[in-house]
């Protein structure tokens, strides 16, 4: 295809890059299939020991410089990213919907999201601020300063395929740091085409080589990125089991670990609320992306006297999805990722169904011309019990769980009895009911809304989730400060050297 020669996308591509360099490793190649249509798209050469060996060592040469950059300077590079996305906007979001199998609309949006992250880090690069205190030591004066950390470690998932890596590429650089990313070996030509883009406006820059690296493998180039104690910060996005073999790894060796996991998220919807608002946020919320966002709307708490209004209508709506060819913008529902996705949502069906769980849309793999990769799905809806152990689990596929409830407390508590703890909202015009779902006693997730979905977060709030979601912030309000480490700062400008707390440490001469 023709966008894939426009972003530099080969037959077969070099997977480790320092930067502008691009290291060819004999060895294994990772293949990159389109569940689009099944075809292969193409190929990239996985990253061995010595390519990876030669990455960290340019990103280690590489710090010392980027980081006596001024703040501002390195924003204006980021600036020139944002620009140059803008550039390859439609192109990019072609290949992601092509081979991660998002719909266009959502691939072209996950680029304007990327755009929107480096106009964010654009302004924070003149706002790296810290506090002033006062010092209860006369003639003396405190405060604190941000530096950069070094490496940041950066492990992405391959349902947004360049999005997440921007929200922390573009803050750690202006920042100071440097990064190195590791893409999802099941969509490793975005980060290909990603590090083309980059490289380019580093190299027209004078960019110390090393700024930007990239790597490709599975789960053991992970772990040998978790493991490195040259890599002080690993952000990791991904499943709850793989976070918890992440932060464990980190955390063995004292690292810190910014980690965004699973989601199992739900909608309350009470009798108060906007019928209208209520049945589109869930729709897209369930079948967004084809259900594999970690934002997914994966259970409806519905309020018992208007079940059933609510029920029928999602019903109705359902039977008027297109599910086809996502670069087709006529259709609302891709295929999934691949074929192992397929088999865990049927296996989904089946566990729900051996639970007591009752289909009002059932499911199943569609088959025919336009779904020869054998990845498109029907989006389904059960009828479930908040107790069932599959509605408490996590699947990535469109699987909606309905769930009755009376009081609003008793559907708060249904919504965080989960291990996950990412994202919530209530569709409700009742204040008393909107202000107590966003209390202390509420939603015990990361991101909680009243009035629109789970999913479809906005850069310029902190994302992210605690529980088993990972407790990590990326993206917008203060998450910057987690790509870099805090010191406190006192200086005495008096004649005197009194010690805090009134300690007296007198020498008689």
Known sequence: ??????????????????????????GILIESYSPVDGKLIAAVSATDADSYEKVVGKALEAFPEWRLWPAPRRGEIVRQIGEALRYYKELLGKLVSYEMGKSLQEGLGEV??????CDFAVGLSRQLHGL????ERPGHRMYEQWHPLGIAGIISAFNFPVAVWSWNSMLAWVCGDVCIWKPSEKTPLCGIACQHIVSGVFRKNNVPEGVSGLVNGGPELGRRIAEDTRIPLISATGSTRMGKAVGSAVGSRLGRALLELGGNNAIIISRDADPDIAILGALFGAVGTAGQRCTTTRRLIIQESVYEKVRDRLISAYSQLRIGNPLDEHNHVGPLIDRQAVDLYLRAIEACKAEGGHFLVEGGVLSGDGYESGCYVRPC??????????????????????????????????QNDTPQGLSSAIMTLNLREAELFLSQAGSDCGIANVNIGTSGAEIGGAFGGEKETGGGRESGSDAWKSYMRRQTNTINFSKQLPLAQGIRFDISE
Do not use: C
């Not at 966008?3 to 591509?13: C, G, H």
């Not at 599959?390 to 596929?397: D, L, Y």
């Open 112 to 117: 304007q999201e990327m755009i929107d992250i």
């Open 1 to 26: 295809m023709e966008f894939l020669q426009q972003l530099n996308i080969k037959r077969e591509n070099a997977g480790t890059s320092t930067g502008s360099q691009w290291i060819d490793s004999p």
């Open 381 to 414: 809806i059960a009828e479930a019990a908040p107790h069932f152990r599959i509605v408490r689990q996590e699947t990535f596929a469109p699987i909606l769980y309905l769930l009755k409830y009376d009081t609003l407390e008793e559907a708060i508590a249904i």
């Open 132 to 135: 002033t205190m006062h010092s």
